[in-house]
């Protein structure tokens, strides 16, 4: 049996332990620091009775030189690990807190679905086809999966060190998605390259989800993964190669940063995402909800880290628990009804017939209907992930502040969120990481989605052929039942809008006409108009009335007849306009004639003025040169000298 030197491991226990953040007391936390000890214990030479072992290319202990020391701005983006070097550089990343992205690479999304978009999504998309493109439903769908607005190099440059990418493979072609297709996923891991590359001490970790592969496309392509991060890039978990010692999976509990540079320089980690774990709950989309399983996963997490603890004293061996990290989501999910309510919002009644569709999901819009159509305040929702990472940064303030209040509980190995601008995320994560308190984050409020008020024109715009695709949800049903329903789930609705909802569901103008006088009490002539609107003709118009008794019967024959009568009394109209435009055409004539000859004679006055001045000017000219002539002939006499 080995003998080690007791003093130098405790020393480096509560070194560990002050680092932590905690206070040293030995009556608490006493199984934490324990562990700690026993797992020192592993890497520190025994005093006597070495055991020599082949090195092992691993091995943090292997020579990284000190890095340069970094100044400015540098500390807290691009060379933050290099700056904090002598604090974690040699700590188990299980003692670090690095900051990550949710969706790294969705910053630019084209308008294309991916593999990996759910029910509701498709649902959606599909209904903007090339007619009903015009309704914004693929944007707003844009919108709502866009999670970050910097490229990976210009979030790594901010201090992000966990990257989140979703994988898909379309036409032999690998993209980042998110319910649509991003960019090409070779132009990520080029960007990751290169910041690795101008930053030797910098580590970065690669979640990867690969989406819709089957197990061979899943190797061919994590193998894409690592050659377009070389030389960089190492895949856990490895493949078994012959003669390679290192392990097959990471042992987070005693991995360093300088092991991984230690490594061949291997500092990009591309991790299935089995290696994370997380407080992400599809039914926590509130963000009350998300800060509250938030604390009660970390408390979860704690509890099983202890007891890891606990057996690692027996067997000394990693466990599956140091081959995970915990990931703090820091954003709040959007629920399938929220995803449908900001739709309506952002586009109005436009959006209707979108909800042909969702009708299927057994989603109940009708309190937003009634919002649409009379235009009632209602709480908005988000119509983007940015408004949602906006309305939810309390979640981030309220998490820390939880965590700082309990400083002996873990802290979250990674912590994400949408939009990371919104949250001092990357100073929270240095300061954790380096043993120090959380930053005052009082200043972290939730800014509120924009309030909204939907006025009828706003609901009515483009209503015709979308409110026919929302009536077909409700078809199926007697028009007349169909009728009550909308009057009554929609009060305050108009004839027209009643009336385009029944014909768009399939019903007969004989049924429309009737369930539209029946429900809004409308008189022929207002029915009239209102079937006109909505496109009927006027002899579909006349047959339904024919059944509608009094009132309705004569009303096209009593119709005819006022309209001869206007029509005399147009003609009559018609007749004396004319009259009185020819009066006019001759009284201006004259007039016309009147001014052009006093025009005519001004004119000729002014010639015949003209004419005199023009002479008498001649006269003067020839007086003025006569005397000229004579004043010369005068100066050239000899007989006057």
């Not at 691993?58 to 070097?85: F, L």
């Not at 409110?467 to 007349?480: K, R, T």
């Amino acid at each position: 049996m080995q003998i080690c030197n007791e003093e130098p491991i405790r020393t480096l226990a509560y070194q560990l332990w002050l680092d932590r953040g905690a206070p040293f007391d030995n009556t608490q936390d006493i199984d934490w620091l324990e562990s700690e000890r026993i797992i020192l214990s592993r890497s520190i030479d025994p005093v006597i009775d070495p055991v020599v072992s082949e090195p092992d290319e691993t091995d943090s202990s292997a020579e990284v030189p000190a890095p340069p020391e970094v100044t400015g701005s540098a500390r807290r983006t691009n060379k933050w690990m290099q700056a904090h070097w002598e604090q974690i550089g040699f700590k188990p990343l299980k003692e670090l807190c690095l900051p990550s992205t949710h969706d790294s690479g969705t910053y630019r999304l084209d308008l294309k679905l991916a593999p990996d978009a759910a029910d509701l999504i498709k649902t959606l998309y599909d209904y903007a086809d090339t007619d009903n493109n015009a309704t914004g439903v693929r944007k707003y769908i844009r919108g709502m999966a866009v999670c970050q607005s910097l490229t990976i190099r210009e979030q790594l440059d901010s201090g992000i060190r966990v990257i989140d990418l979703r994988v898909c493979k379309v036409d032999g072609v690998y993209y980042c998605c998110h319910a649509l297709l991003g960019d090409e996923i070779r132009v990520l891991l080029k960007d990751m390259a290169e910041f690795l590359a101008a930053n030797p001490y910098e580590v970065v970790f690669v979640k990867v989800g690969l989406k819709e592969m089957s197990d061979a496309e899943e190797t061919e392509a994590w193998s894409y993964l690592v050659e377009n991060t070389a030389p960089y890039g190492i895949k856990y978990p490895k493949d078994k190669v012959e003669g390679d010692k290192s392990p097959i999976d990471p042992d987070f509990s005693m991995e360093t940063l300088a092991s991984l540079k230690a490594n061949k320089d291997r500092r990009c980690l591309l991790l299935s995402d089995d290696y994370f774990s997380s407080n992400y709950s599809e039914e926590m989309t509130t963000t009350d909800g998300v800060i509250s399983r938030l604390e009660s996963k970390t408390t979860d997490i704690d509890g099983e880290e202890r007891a890891n603890r606990e057996a690692k004293r027996e067997s000394g061996k990693p466990t599956a628990i140091d081959r995970r990290l915990f990931e703090a989501q820091c954003f709040r999910p959007t629920s399938p009804f929220n995803y449908g309510a900001g739709y309506i919002q952002a586009e109005g009644a436009i959006s209707l017939g979108a909800l042909a569709g969702l009708a299927g999901l057994s989603l109940n819009y009708v309190p937003l209907l009634k919002t649409v159509f009379k235009g009632d305040e209602h709480t908005p929702v988000p119509a983007n992930l940015h408004e949602n990472a906006q309305n939810s940064r309390s979640i981030v303030r309220e998490y820390f502040t939880w965590l700082a209040g309990n400083p002996h509980i873990a802290r979250p190995q990674v912590i994400n969120c949408d939009y990371f601008q919104e949250v001092p995320l990357v100073d929270i994560a240095i300061q954790i990481s380096i043993g120090q308190p959380v930053p005052d984050l009082s200043g972290v409020q939730d800014i509120p989605v924009p309030e909204l008020r939907m006025d009828w024109f706003t609901a009515t715009v483009g209503w015709v052929p979308n409110l026919v695709a929302f009536a077909a949800m409700l078809a199926g049903v007697g028009c007349c039942d169909l009728g009550r329903y909308l009057d009554d789930n929609i009060p305050g609705i108009t004839g027209d809008v009643l009336g385009a909802a029944l014909k768009g569901a399939g019903y007969a103008c004989g049924e429309v006409a009737q369930t539209i006088h029946t429900v809004l009490k409308l008189t022929a002539d207002e029915l009239n108009t209102v079937l006109r609107q909505i496109g009927y003709a006027s002899d579909e118009i006349e047959q339904a009335f024919v059944t509608m008794g009094e009132g309705f019967v004569d009303f096209f024959s009593d119709a005819g007849e006022e309209a001869e009568r206007i029509a005399l009394e147009a003609a009559r109209v018609a007749e004396e306009a004319a009259r009185q435009a020819e009066n006019a055409a001759r009284i201006a004539a004259a007039e016309t004639a009147r001014v052009a000859e006093e025009a005519a004679r001004q004119a000729e006055e002014a010639a015949r003025i003209a004419a005199r001045e023009a002479e008498r000017i001649a006269r003067e000219a020839a007086r003025v040169a006569e005397d000229a002539a004579r004043a010369t002939a005068n100066a050239l006499n000899p007989t006057r000298w």
